[in-house]
């Protein structure tokens, strides 16, 4: 019974530095500078998204807009977000400007800049990667053996979460192609979840489904504020 116990207060020490170190992993939203400053005052939680910032110019009609210029998405640090290698910072900026183009696409046309001429019908869309983080899977394995010695000791763990899943910080706009207005501004995130295993494992897959779900929270809100979708 001693060996048990003895057991039991390891995991349990073990529990405690774990989630130490999730606490040091997490992302959060930014104010990174990037977005114009007066929208970062407009930005609030809202329903369905408490986590997350979100400005919608009142009265927006998002079917007044037929086309959307989307400029390459670009890497604008916090102060302590990682460094990333040029190559890296390449592949990550590429991912979530597809995403974008992929979910924006669904309610309008794609163009070029030089393609819209006086840009009277066409949102123009901005977006930043602000912090990321990559999953560390030789971390992220701990919880797993942790969880099998507990059960060898016939004590058992509640499932603990991976101390460092990745995840990525972005800010997005969308303005008046013409006016240049502020028309949508968001502050998201989104950390690894412990269901997506593969997640644990790859370096920046947890990012990637960040990137996927702020696209589409952009998304979301022009077909809120009445984007039609585009035929097939």
């Not at 400029?71 to 990682?82: F, N, S, Y």
């Not at 046309?109 to 990667?129: K, N, P, Q, W």
């Not at 897959?205 to 504020?225: D, G, M, P, T």
């Amino acid at each position: 019974m001693a060996i048990i116990a003895k057991r039991s207060a390891n995991s349990c020490a073990s529990l405690v530095v774990l989630l130490a170190l999730t606490g040091c992993a997490g992302q959060k939203v930014t104010h990174s500078g990037f977005l114009p400053e007066e929208a970062y005052g407009e930005m609030t939680p809202q329903k369905g998204h408490t986590d997350d910032k979100i400005y919608v110019k009142p009265g927006f009609d998002a079917a007044k807009y037929k086309v959307a210029v989307i400029d390459p998405v670009v890497w604008h640090p916090i102060a302590k977000a990682p460094h990333l290698k040029p190559e890296v910072a390449a592949r990550m900026t590429d991912a979530f400007t597809t995403e974008i183009k992929k979910k924006v696409g669904k309610y309008y046309t794609i163009v070029d800049a030089s393609e819209c001429g006086a840009c009277t019908d066409a949102l123009h869309i901005r977006a930043a990667i602000t912090n990321i983080r990559r999953s560390k899977w030789y971390y992220n394995a701990i919880p797993v053996v942790a969880g099998f010695a507990a059960g060898a000791a016939g004590g058992g763990l509640p499932p603990i979460p991976p101390p460092f899943p990745g995840g990525a910080s972005e800010e997005l706009s969308a303005t008046d192609g013409a006016t240049g207005e502020t028309l949508v501004a968001i502050a998201t995130y989104n950390n690894g979840m412990p269901w997506n295993m593969m997640g644990q494992w790859m370096p920046y897959l947890h990012a990637k489904r960040a990137f996927h779900l702020a696209a589409q929270l952009l998304a979301e809100e022009f077909k809120n504020n009445g984007a039609i979708q585009v035929p097939k």
